[in-house]
């Protein structure tokens, strides 16, 4: 079963996502900032991280940012109502897999969500040899 966190400011945002996943089988932990959640990562794991790019302090930019140079890399989805977080090759380096603008339809999350998950477990799979 796969590990996903919310980092969403919003409660009713927070409880909307976490709800529209579970029904997919994911174990969710919701966090309200970015850096409760890096409290948290320190001795916990996840697949995947979903974050609102405008939080308290940290943003969800700097911490895809702070996840990607850390001991467990997981892909991050923003979610965001204020348009573009960053430029493409930004989000790229910083291990953001898609953003989403508010209002967004579940579903579309949902695949997301499963692409993320499946291409994080790919890149972690040892590479298979052909036998001579």
Do not use: C
């Not at 709800?19 to 995947?48: C, K, P």
Request: proline share 5%.
């Amino acid at each position: 079963m796969s590990h996903i966190l919310i980092v969403e400011d919003e409660p009713t945002t927070a409880w909307a996502l976490a709800e529209g996943l579970s029904d997919d089988g994911f174990t969710i932990d919701t966090f309200r900032s970015a850096e409760e959640a890096l409290v948290w990562l320190r001795d916990g794991s996840s697949d995947l991280v979903i974050s609102d790019l405008r939080l308290p302090g940290m943003s969800g930019l700097e911490l895809a940012n702070k996840l990607r140079r850390g001991r467990n890399a997981q892909p991050v989805i923003l979610v965001t109502a204020y348009g573009n977080p960053g430029s493409p090759a930004e989000l790229k380096r910083a291990g953001v897999t898609d953003v989403f603008t508010k209002p967004f339809l579940i579903d579309e999350l949902r695949r997301a969500v499963r692409g993320a998950i499946a291409g994080a477990s790919a890149r972690r799979r040892p590479a298979l040899r052909k036998a001579a």
